[in-house]
């Protein structure tokens, strides 16, 4: 049976720098999707981050992180390589090693034609997929003005931009909700972040505006 080719990179700070980013290259040239794992946990840089350019995402959460070591996340590094410019994707996984409760914990909803691995595979580098630990991204729709995020039943949606912009909607399952989008006027990106009571988070991949 055939796997989905994938790779998730981190530089190596106090051994050879180059060895990340050449594995990273080497990887994406024999056709895998590539990720920047675990930021938080590595201990990463932003220039650690930036070595890494041939990277498809970042990896956005991690349970087995979170469980292990309460250092999950990687948000902080994708937004600010995002607001550099780097077209980079989210991506969430349970790097599960099954020597404590670090499994089921995160994971991608890959929109494709079939489950085949060469489509999924295609659907990730472009990004057609959204990362979650439970909730559900039913639908984005967008125009110069508004956002309507479609969802399972959520206690907040929030959309975030470069810097500290944010907006935020709360309720109680909630399904469906617009958010007006002048906060991110003149901000070249635009991503989304759900929560769940229960505190689980679905994420979009960045939307360039």
């Known amino acids: 049976m055939q ?14 720098r180059g060895a990340g980013p050449e594995l990273a290259r080497r990887a994406v040239e024999a056709g895998a999707f590539v990720a920047i794992a675990h930021p938080e946990w590595s201990g990463l840089t932003m220039n650690d981050a930036r070595s890494i350019e041939t990277a498809h995402a970042v ?3 991690n349970h087995g992180c979170a469980m292990g070591c309460d250092r999950a ?7 600010l390589l995002l607001s550099e410019g780097r077209a980079l994707n989210a991506i ?6 099954f020597t404590e409760p670090d499994h089921f914990g995160g994971w991608v909803m890959v929109r494709a034609e079939q489950n085949d691995p060469d489509l999924l595979l ?3 580098k472009n990004g057609h997929y ?15 003005k ?18 500290s912009a944010a907006v935020a909607l709360h309720g ?3 399904t469906k909700g617009t958010i007006n989008l002048g906060r991110f006027h003149n901000y070249p990106w635009i991503r989304v972040t759900l929560i769940d009571r229960a505190g689980k988070r679905a994420w979009s991949n960045p939307i360039w505006k």
Do not use: C, K, W
């Not at 796997?3 to 050879?16: I, K, T």
């Not at 630990?133 to 967008?142: A, M």
């Open 122 to 124: 295609e659907a990730l």
């Open 73 to 79: 996340d990687g948000a902080f590094v994708m937004d």
């Open 146 to 163: 508004t956002i309507t995020i479609t969802s399972s039943a959520v206690s907040s949606m929030i959309v975030q931009g470069q810097g």
């Open 59 to 61: 990896e956005i959460y």
């Open 3 to 16: 796997s989905v080719q994938s790779a998730f990179v981190r530089p190596m700070p106090n051994r050879d």
């Open 172 to 174: 109680e399952a909630m």
């Open 130 to 144: 959204y990362s979650t630990q439970g909730p559900e991204i039913r639908d984005i729709s967008y125009d110069d």
């Open 92 to 97: 969430a996984t349970d790097d599960a090693h």
